[in-house]
């Protein structure tokens, strides 16, 4: 029984037309899911994916009107990382987020690789990373993206965990989930530090949680900009269901199954509040809508269907032509 690496991760923006163009146009994402947050239907739930919308390559957005801004401290995902393909990659989008004025720190090294970090217009935190080598195939590029295919992103690199303390958090990745402990780099920022990556599966991009130690920062309060939480891939029903009663068995507190349609999740927090799921690989997003039109209408699953005049009278109109028919 293995975690085979990201599935995907949920972030919030209160600014959701803002928030399609700059997925889809200037960071050339594909938008493979428009449907609603299945715990408040009066927001939108935006997945961003790759040509197919394979798990392991979705961004996704809870939209919440005039949320209050991110206040960044421990117990939080602090960054986000995407794959790209070889160092001339990083060069083009270094080039293209100057251009575009999205800001943007210069190239690095972290663990041994050629990092970009930059941010989207509501200071969400991103990196692109150079995944060349890696064990786990990334994914295939929108071949309507604005990002000529040999630079398109490929999917979830890693995620960044900052935590207060670090080992109540690594116990539950190591022996809890699975998780292996990769190395170490130094932290670019703040107090001098070690951040450690663990990886789940074969390891690398695509499978990664770095844990940066922060015990100097406060609590973070969640807002705009923030990440919600992360998702973590199981491959069958059949595992999933072992996973809750392995998660279950240590007694953390789970949701129990909850059936989310196009997979099936289990969510818990681990010791420094930060949410965790776990997520099936399947049946994934052509469940009720051809490739070629991926995100172009409202989805609903079958139990929501039967309140979608309703739910559409309260959801603010959001024109997703362009971004799915570049």
């Not at 070889?86 to 990092?115: C, I, K, M």
């Not at 699975?178 to 789940?200: L, S």
């Not at 927090?269 to 995100?295: H, S, V, Y």
Request: charged share 25%; net charge negative; proline share 7%.
């Amino acid at each position: 029984m293995e975690l085979t690496g990201l599935h995907h991760v949920s972030a919030l923006t209160a600014q959701a037309a803002g928030n399609v163009d700059f997925y889809t146009r200037v960071l050339g994402l594909r938008l493979v899911k428009k449907t609603v947050n299945q715990d408040d239907t009066t927001s939108y739930h935006l997945f961003y994916g790759d040509e197919h919308g394979n798990p392991g390559t979705e961004v996704t957005f809870f939209d919440i009107p005039q949320m209050a801004p991110l206040r960044p401290g421990h117990g939080s995902i602090s960054r986000i990382t995407l794959r790209v393909a070889g160092a001339e990659a990083l060069a083009w989008w270094e080039d293209r987020f100057t251009t575009l004025g999205v800001e943007h720190d210069a190239v690095t090294t972290e663990a041994g690789r050629g990092v970009l970090a930059f941010r989207d217009p509501e200071g969400q935190r991103l990196a692109l990373v150079d995944d060349s080598g890696a064990p786990l195939s990334g994914g295939t590029p929108w071949a309507k993206s604005s990002a000529p295919a040999p630079h398109g992103i490929r999917g979830l690199g890693a995620v960044t965990l900052t935590v207060r303390e670090i080992e109540p958090t690594a116990v539950v990745l190591t022996e809890v989930m699975g998780f292996h402990q990769q190395g170490t780099y130094a932290a670019g920022d703040g107090p001098e530090r070690e951040i450690v990556v663990f990886g789940t599966g074969v390891g690398g991009p695509g499978t990664e949680v770095h844990v940066d130690p922060r015990p100097d920062l406060p609590r973070e309060r969640l807002g705009r900009g923030g990440v919600h939480h992360v998702a973590f891939r199981a491959p069958t029903a059949e595992e999933h269901l072992a996973w809750l009663d392995r998660v279950e068995s240590v007694g953390l507190r789970t949701s129990g199954l909850v059936e989310r349609y196009y997979f099936k999740s289990i969510y818990f927090r681990e010791p420094n509040g930060i949410l965790f799921e776990l997520a099936t690989d399947g049946p994934g997003f052509l469940t009720d809508e051809d490739e070629e039109r991926l995100g172009e209408r409202l989805a609903l699953p079958p139990f929501l269907e039967p309140y979608r005049a309703s739910i559409e009278a309260n959801l603010l109109p959001l024109d997703t032509t362009a971004a799915t028919r570049k």
